[in-house]
Nanobody
Framework: QLQLVESGGGLVQPGGSLRLSCAASGFTLEDYAIGWFRQAPGKEREGVSCLSRSTGGTYYADSVKGRFTISRDNANNTVYLQMNSLKLEDTAVYYC??????????????WGQGTQVTVSS
């Protein structure tokens, strides 16, 4: 069974950091482009970051550039999202997803169940 499982969410104060993990079972993350998305209450889901399979390139939404870093650990079949300098507006459920070779904010084949990130003082 193909599955993505996110972990690492939690409650953090503004300015703090969290590292989200996206672990795969049933397939190899290295063979896919991996995206991180988030959805805040009452808002549409938005793309946060993507790691391309074809080029290894990384992409970030303007709102997180310079604060978030996406990376891949092939040995552990896991993709991470390091989130620093967190802001109140980063509060959302974060999802990882997998698609073909190249990055896009659309057309992902596999999705995780999400992990809650709450930034609050």
């Amino acid at each position: 069974q193909l599955q993505l499982v996110e972990s690492g969410g939690g409650l953090v104060q503004p300015g703090g950091s969290l590292r989200l993990s996206c672990a795969a079972s049933g397939f190899t993350l290295e063979d896919y482009a991996i995206g991180w998305f988030r959805q805040a209450p009452g808002k549409e889901r938005e793309g946060v970051s993507c790691l391309s399979r074809s080029t290894g390139g990384t992409y970030y939404a303007d709102s997180v550039k310079g604060r978030f870093t996406i990376s891949r650990d092939n040995a552990n079949n896991t993709v991470y999202l390091q989130m620093n300098s967190l802001k109140l507006e980063d509060t959302a459920v974060y999802y990882c997803a997998a698609r073909g070779f190249t990055c896009s904010w659309r057309n992902y084949d596999y999705w995780g169940q999400g992990t809650q990130v709450t930034v609050s003082s």
